[in-house]
């Protein structure tokens, strides 16, 4: 009967705290609060980045987290982007879509930053421009102390109405992401832009404190409460790349399925698509000539169910005599961060840039799903064992590319490079991997062309480097017919930093060429600039031949699907 009204509220004071519960159509549930000195409720927040929990001070600030709460139950939030992040400050959003797009807000905050509350690191405040009643839907974490912000003799303060009390370090990982400097967009002069984009998935009000809250209730009202905890939501689906047309049999439909009591399955047009632990999921589809209808259906482990259908055209092309002909592009991904011995400090992003890689790889070029090998985590056996299997079946018509993100180390001493698997250990150098066996490795490998990219401390000793910039790139059909074993490094026998701007800029290359035919000469050409310009670390990266392997002078050449 609840279910078939448009709108019930169920009122009752919880130790002085009121709480409204609206059931909308279709029966999903919406909160509000009326702050009489009670518990607090929490704000689950889901980003592309990561997730954290919000408490709103309702008992601090009333009138903003009440107007906070709106927003979240309207699903205001939801999609919306963390435009300004800045280190050792805040991170700030609340108003912009990803393409900076404004959302205006219906509700309008006056000013309670004196409310005794200091923006102290992990609280949430109201952004406003300089008329103290000016706050909307914008809002910012402090990821240090900043009492500067707060209610002083010539300042009238920011309304601190809430504080981060679960995933401050996804807070803290947002807060360090590269910046662009300024950036005009959609007319307007931004600072401190995010150069990857910090989307705000979904802001939802945390069920399981909602019970707590109202377990502390009387009895009476407790016999009544368990018909209204059933999750009768049903997962969100939000696709990675909103591909329309393609060119090819197959295509692989990426995306995340998103809800709070855990994802069971996904399926891409009944095929059970593969899923993680956060929802990412991915399916490889066939395609036929013309309109293809491609359904996507999630699954909560309440059998809630949510689908989304789009139309993906699969285009005919005509023969073009200049095509390459090309064999098969192999590639192996190797990615170490977890280390198991205590000696070596764990890494925290190795594993997302090799997932990330593969990702453009597959989606973007003529990469297939099971000639991607991504190794995470190997240790000093699994590598050589993969690069055994490869040296198999790879053909003198095919084309290998690798990818290594991890710790490495260099050895003046004996002028000798290393990858560190996850077994390696400081004191001994027998689970290491020299320089010598990767180009041992690599020899062994009779592919027409090896394109090598290295991102790790002192990778820089893997070959005699060259200039990038020396002659102008030849035509891609002269460059493939010769024999090539190149190497990209993210820089010189120095130390890189875990989050890295080299691998950033080589994927946002590969992502914006138009290019059908792409060397890796050119690539390597049109972010080096990049990394040297926005790396605290004064990278330089390095481009070159790998020494004793076969190279002949030719190159590895990218084809766009």
């Not at 802001?203 to 009895?219: C, G, K, L, P, Y």
Request: hydrophobic share 35%; charged share 25%.
């Amino acid at each position: 009967m609840i279910q078939s009204l448009r709108e019930f509220w169920l009122r009752h004071s919880i130790g002085g705290l009121v709480v409204g519960v609206m059931l909308a159509a279709g029966g999903q549930m919406l909160f509000t609060v009326e702050a009489q000195g009670a518990r607090n409720p929490w704000i689950d927040v889901w980003t592309n980045h990561g997730g954290f929990v919000i408490e709103l001070y309702v008992d601090k600030a009333p009138i903003t987290a009440q107007d906070f709460l709106w927003n979240v139950n309207m699903e205001f939030y939801d999609g919306l982007v963390f435009h300004r992040v800045i280190p050792n400050f805040m991170i700030q959003g609340g108003a912009y879509t990803p393409e900076f797009e404004h959302r205006p807000s219906s509700r309008n905050s006056p000013l309670e930053a004196d409310n005794g509350m200091s923006n102290l690191r992990g609280t949430v405040a109201l952004a406003r421009s300089s008329n103290p009643d000016s706050g909307g839907s914008q809002f910012f974490i402090n990821v240090v102390d900043n009492p500067r912000l707060d209610v002083g003799e010539e300042s009238e303060g920011y309304t601190v109405f809430g504080r981060v009390v679960q995933g401050m370090d996804t807070v803290d990982r947002i807060a360090n992401l590269e910046t662009f400097g300024t950036r005009k967009l959609a007319g307007i002069s931004f600072d401190n832009v995010p150069v990857s984009p910090v989307i705000i998935e979904r802001m939802q009000v945390n069920f399981d404190r909602q019970m707590e809250i109202w377990a502390d209730q009387s009895d009476e009202y407790d016999n009544r409460r368990p018909a209204a905890a059933k999750d009768m939501t049903p997962p969100r689906i939000s696709l990675n790349r909103a591909i329309r047309v393609a060119t090819r049999s197959r295509h692989n439909v990426t995306g995340r399925a998103i809800d709070s009591s855990g994802v069971a399955i996904v399926e891409v047009n009944g095929i059970e698509a593969e899923l993680d632990a956060d929802g990412n999921f991915s399916a490889n589809i066939l395609l036929s000539p013309g309109s293809n209808p491609v359904t996507i259906v999630a699954y909560d482990i309440h059998e809630n169910r949510s689908s989304e259908t789009i139309n993906i055209e699969r285009k005919t092309t005509e023969v073009v005599t200049n095509t390459l002909t090309t064999g098969r592009y192999y590639a192996l991904l190797i990615g170490v961060q977890d280390y198991r011995h205590d000696s070596l400090n764990d890494l925290m992003e190795p594993l997302n840039d090799a997932r990330r890689v593969r990702s453009v790889l597959q989606d973007t070029y003529t990469f297939e799903r099971h000639d991607i090998t991504l190794l995470e985590n190997p240790d000093r056996g699994g590598v050589l064992d993969a690069f055994d299997a490869l040296r198999k079946k790879i053909t003198p018509e095919d084309s290998l590319f690798i990818f290594y993100a991890g710790h490495g180390y260099w050895d003046e001493d004996i002028g000798q490079g290393y990858w560190l698997p996850s077994d390696a250990r400081r004191d001994t150098k027998t689970d290491w991997i020299p320089n010598s066996t990767i180009q041992d490795m690599i020899r062994g490998i009779k592919s027409k062309h090896t394109l090598l990219v290295s991102d790790a401390c002192f990778s820089g000793g893997l070959f005699r480097t060259r200039s990038a910039f020396s002659d102008a790139p030849r035509a891609a059909r002269e460059l493939f017919k010769m024999p090539s074993r190149k190497a990209m490094t993210s820089g010189t026998l120095t130390e890189v930093p875990d989050v890295s701007v080299f691998v950033q800029y080589f994927i946002k290359r590969l992502h914006e060429n138009d290019q059908r035919y792409l060397s890796s000469q050119e690539l390597f050409t049109s972010f080096r600039t990049a990394v040297i310009n926005n790396s605290y670390t004064h990278q330089v990266p390095q481009y070159g031949e790998i020494r004793q392997t076969g190279d002949e002078g030719g190159d590895f050449i990218f084809v766009r699907r």
